[in-house]
């Protein structure tokens, strides 16, 4: 075949396909350099005589600057983490799925714009803005509301972080109805189904991974999260009894201590080891949902 | 010849790739002290940070050559950029512990960082309005806040607030000088804070959310003070008469719980730093300290003080 393009066009091909490379390789590069820099950090602390694994994963004590028993125990930090991101969950999924099929099987035309946008737009406010509006809002509605003493507690950071999943939610998971086709959907109606039987029985089990991926972004942006629950938690290390406990989140506790702790000292290695105990728990999370998702496939 | 934009963007980005990553690496940030008399980098204490930029703001009409740029974060976070060679003045609501002097000593090669006494504050404890206690003991807040304490419901110290039984504490976060001092001066340098109580960023913090809990207690600087809380008088035991915290009873040291405000330097302080300084515990400063609610140096403090 008679080969047409000059040789520059050839080199230019080649240049731009290693540029698209060397990019996407980029980021797996970045996440690497991520986990290295941050167990560099952590490192350190294991050869610290008072630091112990077992503590540090189930004991609720936590004394990183005392002058007398210095105790590193997450776990009152990991449990605030963890209620404050499943009171979230609780809040967010049932009225993010339901946004997200109302936005994608109910609204035609203009209002699923508008909604559309709005739903966005809730997505683009600043986190500490929603710190701001759980301190100086939502404390004294909650105290008025449910008649407790502090209103900063895992309610208020839960349903800012509901507000702040929503957005992710509604996006992917209208995304994941929309991918269904529609021949699915003509043929429950030609079945004699009714609107709700139509979603329930077809439409959720057929995008139901594109869902569960909806959902674990939201998870993944709850646990991450760290200005608002650092302003609305109560910031209190005890492990709570009810949802009008005031909590401490890992995020907020390695915010509001890693401008103290001078670098190389035990409390700087200890903060890096929870920013490592952070990826830990997510990334069982998305491995349960990976798993969960295949599952659901092989049936 | 026709110019690709595409390539053209192409070369530009991996340029700059390569530029920024052929720049000077600077591991320990250097020395971020600038060295021309522009600007001050002034770090540290919360509870001093008002104080801070209204010493700030009103320098910059003195000599308007210099500026001062003020920041808080907390006493440790001041310390730890003074250890760090990262600020011209850290501000500190207490004395550097041991450590953090050798530290610093190790970074300036063997000479000490300067310290400078500006201004005392009184900490004050506060509870709601609504709260019927008018004074406290140092031994009732220690029982109160101390892990092990006995001291938890409201009733035990015998008074009925409107709001709950139960005690709820309000605290600082452990960058937090205030917290040091508390500390040190009311649970014990020796124990620890009982966990549970709510651990605020900042002074006005601690202010506001006792103000809107019936229920309960804090403790932040005299200067935070407003008229939506209450401040308790403070004897050392119980049962003694309490002292309210005001600038005569803080200088002459009969309220126990107040402390002088330091504000550290690395030594070699550049002459800028140091008129700075010297103006601050001259007239002009210390007349700005009363304004702000907090206790001159006792050559300042007014004739006729309360």
Known sequence: ?299 | MKQNPFILGAIALSATLAFTGCGKKSADSGDARKTEAISIQNIGSDTMVNLAQEWAEAYAKVDPNVSVEVSGGGSGVGVSALINGTCDIANSSRKLELEEVEKATAKYGGKHPLEHLVAFDALAIYVHPSNPMTEISIEQLGEIYREGGQISKWSQLGVTVPGGDEIVRVSRQNNSGTYHYFREAVVGKKADFKQGSRDMNGSKEVVDLVASTPDAIGYSGIGYRTNKVKVLKVSRKTGDPGVEPTIKTTLDKTYPIARPMFMYTPPGEPAEVETYLKWIVSEPGQKIVIHAGYIPLPEFAPKDAP
């Open chain 1, 1 to 299: 075949m008679i080969n047409s393009r000059s040789a520059f066009s050839i080199y230019r091909e080649k240049a731009i396909e290693l540029l698209i490379r060397i990019c996407g390789v980029s980021a797996i590069v970045f996440v690497f350099a991520i986990f290295f820099f941050v167990f560099r950090g952590g490192f350190p602390i294991f050869g610290d005589d008072r630091f112990g694994l077992w503590q540090f994963l189930t004991s609720p004590d936590w004394y990183p600057t005392s002058m007398s028993n210095v105790r590193y125990g997450t776990l009152a930090l990991t449990a605030g983490t963890l209620s404050v991101t499943g009171v979230a969950m609780l809040i967010a999924v049932p009225f993010g799925l339901g946004a997200a099929i109302f936005v994608s099987e109910f609204s035609v035309g203009k209002t699923r714009e508008i909604l559309k946008i709005v739903i966005e737009l809730l997505a683009a406010i600043p986190s500490i803005v929603w710190g701001f509006i759980g301190l100086t809002v939502m404390n004294p509605l909650i105290q008025k509301v449910f008649g407790v003493q502090v209103g900063l507690n895992i309610l208020n950071a839960a349903i800012l972080l509901a507000l702040m999943s929503i957005p992710v939610i509604v996006s992917i998971g209208e995304d994941a109805l929309k991918a269904v086709p529609d021949s699915y959907r003509e043929a429950s109606i030609a079945l004699g189904a009714t609107r709700w039987q139509l979603i329930y029985r077809v439409l959720l089990p057929a995008a139901k991974n594109g869902l569960l991926a909806a959902v674990l972004l939201g998870v993944g942006r709850a646990v991450g999260e760290t200005m608002a629950v650092l302003m609305a938690t109560g910031h209190a290390v005890h492990i709570p009894h009810s949802i009008f406990d005031s909590v401490r989140t890992l995020t907020a506790t390695i915010a509001a201590e890693l401008g103290e702790a001078s670098e190389g000292s035990p409390h700087y290695s200890v903060l890096f080891l929870i920013g490592i105990l952070l990826f830990t728990i997510t990334f069982i999370v998305n491995l349960v949902a990976d798993l969960v998702v295949k599952g659901v496939k092989n049936k």
